[in-house]
Structures are given as C-alpha cells and as structure tokens.
T-cell receptor, first 114, second 113 residues
C-alpha cells in the first residue's frame, strides 16, 4: 500500500497523559499536513510542513501540541497533558505541492481522552 | 475566517433517487475540492474544480463550479447504497507556499435500499 499511513489507528488515554502519533506520507510527497476532525464536523487545519520545515501553525495548535518532521519524511504529532477536549480524529495528509495541489489523507488516529 | 457553507446537512434518499449537495462561499474561490468520507473512514479525494463554470463528470457524479466561483455542487444520479457517506467541499488558501484546506460542514447522505 503506497498511500498515507498513520499509527496508531486508535488511542485511549487518561487526562493528563502525553500521546504521540506518527504519519508516513506518500514517499514522493514533500508537503505534509495535520488536521483535526471532531464528530460531525469537517477536518480543521492544524499545521503544515514542507520537507522538514514547519511553515504554518493554526491557532488551534496550543502550546501543548508539537509536531516534527525531522528528516522530511515521516512526521510526529505530540499532545502533552491531554484534555478531554482533545478527543478527536487526527488526520495527516500529504501532497506533491504546487499551486493546485491535491492533498491525500491517511486513515487517521482516533484519540479518546478519558 | 473564510468559510464554506454546505447544504443540506443531512439527506435521506431511496436507492435510485438523485442527490445534490451545495457548497457556497461569500468570497471568490481559487478552486474547490470535493471529498467523500465513509462512516468510520477518512476523507477520500474526489475532484478539484478550478475554472469558472467548470463541469466535470465521474460516472454517476457531476461536479459544477459556479460562474462567479463562489459556489459549487455535487450531483449523484440514481444513488446506490455504496454512495453512503459524508461529502465535503473544501477551499484552499495559500499559507507559506502551502495550501490550507478549509472544509465545509459536510452533507451526510443516507441511502435506503
């Protein structure tokens, strides 16, 4: 399978714990995006990487959130001191870039904070 | 922010009936993308529209981009149970040489066999 992959697919954690999610983009894609989707809503942009550089962060991304893409390939999204409001689906998307790019989404990591 | 509004929020149809979802923006769009998300799944790219008045077809799906590039529609002819899911439109905004997608709220399609 050469699509975007994410790990884990599901995560249950207790409030206050730290969690880390991984995204492996399509191999030739240099752009990687993180989105968050809550039940019944469309995905919301969190942050974006071009190669290893994090170029944009949404105001949704509080100080408890950090994302990295150290070698310009896979990316990690860490949430520290999780809160119940962090419960959501965390989606990763990747693209070739270009003005009219198409973003391809991974299967997501569904987080439940108890 | 630059929102896109989708209507209806939900649609129940009998299998074989047609279905249409509409996407509207108060500002001119550079392009519009449509995604389908099955229950429990992730958004799957369907199409991108760029040109004013553009019409594209994919089998039973017809996508239109308005002349003023402020609205778009997705029409499904003779729905099947495999069409079940939520259909999202999204607009892209340039951010630091990338493209941030802003999604509408989606239209959830339910098809009764």
């Amino acid at each position: 399978d050469t699509g975007v992959s994410q790990d884990p697919r599901h995560k249950i954690t207790k409030r206050g714990q730290n969690v880390t999610f991984r995204c492996d983009p399509i191999s030739e894609h240099n752009r990687l995006y993180w989105y968050r989707q809550t039940l019944g809503q469309g995905p919301e942009f969190l942050t974006y990487f071009q190669n290893e550089a994090q170029l944009e962060k949404s105001r949704l991304l509080s100080d408890r959130f950090s994302a990295e893409r150290p070698k310009g390939s896979f990316s990690t999204l860490e949430i520290q001191r999780t809160e119940q409001g962090d419960s959501a689906m965390y989606l990763c998307a990747s693209s070739f870039g270009g003005y009219q790019e198409t973003q391809y989404f991974g299967p997501g990591t569904r987080l439940l904070v108890l | 922010g630059q929102q896109v509004m989708q209507i209806p929020q939900y649609q129940h149809v009998q299998e074989g009936e047609d279905f249409t979802t509409y996407c509207n923006s108060s500002t001119t769009l550079s392009n519009i993308q449509w995604y389908k998300q099955r229950p429990g799944g992730h958004p799957v790219f369907l199409i991108q529209l760029v040109k004013s008045g553009e019409v594209k077809k994919q089998k039973r799906l017809t996508f239109q981009f308005g002349e003023a590039k402020k609205n778009s529609s997705l029409h499904i002819t003779a729905t099947q149970t495999t069409d079940v899911g939520t259909y999202f439109c999204s607009r892209s905004s340039v951010v630091e040489a990338g493209n941030m997608l802003t999604f509408g709220g989606g239209t959830r399609l339910m098809v009764k066999p």
